[in-house]
């Protein structure tokens, strides 16, 4: 099921919430949490309710397995839970891997050794990707947990399933979901935090609906046809693409996060203005923060972190941003796109002098060349394909913008409003797309994340009218329902 759908939004969402309350309020706690857990599932299972059978067989599972670790004492059984652990995230990533790589792996072998193996062309399940890592993650603190953490086969299970972070991050840690799903002074309704929690949903909505799809479907013309691109297309579908995915995955961030406030959870923020970052090491503190959390955790601190020198520690990094672009994607693409942040986290290091003497203007312009040079291999259907678009920049023959990918962003009532002024229905598709450059540039630079604005629109007079006519806006704008970009990770 889709946030930006009318079936979510009217239907689901009000009926998840009054029965989690009603249920809550009547003290009825469990079943409150029974009802929070039946409710997710549904959410999960809407587009193919076969994949419930994947997701409620992996959590059971991975639940026998955490039980079957504690049925070991910590330090005379530490080496029985350590195989055990190690078995079950084994299991874990097998059966990722069995869903996200296979078609891969095999594509290749025919590639590269002329065999003849049949695609299995499996579809990708939903989320698979987000609650495999929460389990992997709590497998591995559940062998460090020596008296063992407690958790109910119905609390663990809600903590998998929660909707709001279940198909898209982000990746939350048992200790931070779990206390709060248990704590009882969460449970009634707050309307403090349904009136932020809302704001928050509307702002992320609005960076979906109103500005991601948009500049998507420029980047989608462009990208369906690279060969004709010259420089400045070219040049705008690497820039339009970039936009897209910051305002694809901040829009479900946050909407994430209001979700979590509307039933008084709070969910760890996973996106924090990354385009605002100085250098690429920053870019990654501030964008998928959990990911990066999860990597460091259970990659690189493992593997030795900083500590082992210099060679090691680049060797870490290399590592861990390999990993990245395979759990972002099975293809070559995203193991290069990973491979180039790598690569340049490790230049800043070697450069740490040079580029902290460099003007804050130049860093943040090399360092945002950088990401969008990187994110046109993330979006190209190959590598051959992204060397197609930076090549045509590179040619530097600069002419007009197509009007194949001005109209990409003509939208109905744009074209209603501006064919009332005589004179512009000739310009208004490139009045339109310079229009929404520079409104995503002031967001993206120049304004405080979603979170801090709803969390402050209380006080502020007109927040409650902006956030309803920005909700008005975007449920008119439903038409062209797409998918979030991370869907398909």
Same mark, same amino acid.
């Given at each position: 099921?889709?946030?930006?759908?009318?079936?979510?939004?009217?239907?689901?969402?009000?009926?998840?919430?009054?029965?989690?309350?009603?249920?809550?309020?009547?003290?009825?706690?469990?079943?409150?949490?029974?009802?929070?857990?039946?409710?997710?599932?549904?959410?999960?299972?809407?587009?193919?309710?076969?994949?419930?059978?994947?997701?409620?067989?992996?959590?059971?599972?991975?639940?026998?397995?955490?039980?079957?670790?504690?049925?070991?004492?910590?330090?005379?059984?530490?080496?029985?839970?350590?195989?055990?652990?190690?078995?079950?995230?084994?299991?874990?990533?097998?059966?990722?891997?069995?869903?996200?790589?296979?078609?891969?792996?095999?594509?290749?072998?025919?590639?590269?050794?002329?065999?003849?193996?049949?695609?299995?062309?499996?579809?990708?399940?939903?989320?698979?990707?987000?609650?495999?890592?929460?389990?992997?993650?709590?497998?591995?603190?559940?062998?460090?947990?020596?008296?063992?953490?407690?958790?109910?086969?119905?609390?663990?299970?809600?903590?998998?399933?929660?909707?709001?972070?279940?198909?898209?991050?982000?990746?939350?840690?048992?200790?931070?979901?779990?206390?709060?799903?248990?704590?009882?002074?969460?449970?009634?309704?707050?309307?403090?935090?349904?009136?932020?929690?809302?704001?928050?949903?509307?702002?992320?909505?609005?960076?979906?609906?109103?500005?991601?799809?948009?500049?998507?479907?420029?980047?989608?013309?462009?990208?369906?046809?690279?060969?004709?691109?010259?420089?400045?297309?070219?040049?705008?579908?690497?820039?339009?693409?970039?936009?897209?995915?910051?305002?694809?995955?901040?829009?479900?961030?946050?909407?994430?996060?209001?979700?979590?406030?509307?039933?008084?959870?709070?969910?760890?923020?996973?996106?924090?203005?990354?385009?605002?970052?100085?250098?690429?090491?920053?870019?990654?503190?501030?964008?998928?923060?959990?990911?990066?959390?999860?990597?460091?955790?259970?990659?690189?601190?493992?593997?030795?972190?900083?500590?082992?020198?210099?060679?090691?520690?680049?060797?870490?990094?290399?590592?861990?941003?390999?990993?990245?672009?395979?759990?972002?994607?099975?293809?070559?693409?995203?193991?290069?796109?990973?491979?180039?942040?790598?690569?340049?986290?490790?230049?800043?290091?070697?450069?740490?002098?040079?580029?902290?003497?460099?003007?804050?203007?130049?860093?943040? $312009?090399? !360092?945002?060349?950088?990401?969008?040079?990187? %994110?046109?291999? @993330?979006?190209? *259907?190959?590598? =051959?394909?992204? #060397?197609?678009?930076?090549?045509?920049?590179?040619?530097?023959?600069?002419?007009?913008?197509?009007?194949?990918?001005?109209?990409?962003?003509?939208?109905?009532?744009?074209?209603?409003?501006?064919?009332?002024?005589?004179?512009?229905?000739?310009?208004?598709?490139?009045?339109?797309?310079?229009?929404?450059?520079?409104?995503?540039?002031?967001?993206?630079?120049?304004?405080?994340?979603?979170?801090?604005?709803?969390?402050?629109?209380?006080?502020?007079?007109? $927040?409650? !009218?902006?956030?309803?006519?920005?909700?008005? %806006?975007?449920? @008119?704008?439903? *038409?062209?329902? =797409?998918?979030? #970009?991370?869907?398909?990770?």
């Amino acid at each position: 099921m889709l946030f930006n759908s009318y079936i979510f939004i009217f239907l689901f969402l009000p009926a998840c919430l009054c029965g989690y309350f009603l249920w809550n309020h009547f003290k009825c706690y469990r079943m409150g949490l029974l009802y929070l857990l039946c409710m997710s599932l549904w959410f999960y299972g809407y587009f193919n309710p076969k994949y419930l059978v994947l997701i409620t067989g992996s959590i059971l599972g991975n639940y026998g397995i955490y039980r079957l670790i504690n049925r070991f004492p910590a330090k005379p059984g530490a080496k029985v839970r350590k195989i055990i652990t190690i078995a079950g995230i084994t299991l874990n990533l097998a059966v990722l891997g069995y869903f996200k790589y296979t078609d891969f792996f095999l594509e290749n072998i025919n590639r590269f050794f002329g065999q003849d193996f049949n695609l299995i062309n499996i579809a990708l399940p939903l989320g698979i990707s987000f609650f495999t890592f929460q389990q992997v993650s709590f497998l591995a603190d559940a062998c460090q947990a020596g008296g063992g953490m407690g958790y109910s086969l119905l609390e663990y299970a809600a903590y998998v399933a929660f909707f709001p972070q279940l198909v898209a991050g982000p990746i939350v840690t048992h200790d931070v979901l779990v206390p709060q799903l248990r704590d009882r002074s969460r449970k009634q309704a707050d309307w403090g935090n349904l009136s932020k929690g809302t704001a928050l949903f509307v702002f992320g909505l609005a960076k979906k609906v109103l500005l991601a799809d948009v500049f998507g479907n420029a980047a989608n013309w462009a990208f369906s046809d690279v060969g004709s691109l010259n420089a400045t297309t070219a040049l705008l579908a690497m820039l339009f693409y970039t936009i897209q995915i910051y305002f694809d995955f901040s829009g479900y961030s946050d909407m994430a996060v209001g979700l979590g406030w509307m039933v008084n959870i709070d969910l760890p923020v996973n996106f924090a203005s990354p385009y605002k970052a100085l250098t690429i090491t920053g870019f990654w503190k501030r964008w998928h923060m959990t990911l990066t959390a999860f990597f460091t955790k259970y990659v690189y601190i493992p593997l030795g972190g900083g500590r082992e020198g210099a060679a090691r520690t680049y060797a870490n990094i290399f590592i861990v941003f390999f990993l990245s672009g395979l759990w972002h994607g099975a293809g070559w693409t995203f193991l290069l796109w990973g491979l180039m942040h790598g690569a340049a986290q490790v230049l800043e290091r070697l450069c740490r002098k040079w580029w902290g003497h460099m003007h804050p203007v130049f860093s943040w $312009a090399l !360092a945002f060349g950088f990401i969008n040079i990187a %994110w046109v291999f @993330f979006r190209a *259907g190959s590598i =051959s394909e992204g #060397l197609q678009v930076l090549k045509a920049i590179a040619r530097m023959d600069f002419g007009g913008v197509s009007s194949g990918m001005a109209q990409a962003f003509s939208q109905p009532e744009w074209q209603f409003l501006l064919g009332q002024v005589p004179g512009l229905l000739e310009a208004y598709p490139y009045c339109i797309m310079l229009g929404y450059c520079v409104a995503a540039f002031v967001i993206i630079l120049g304004m405080p994340d979603a979170k801090t604005v709803a969390e402050n629109h209380i006080q502020k007079k007109l $927040a409650p !009218a902006v956030v309803a006519f920005l909700f008005v %806006w975007c449920v @008119f704008s439903f *038409g062209g329902v =797409s998918t979030f #970009l991370y869907f398909n990770f």
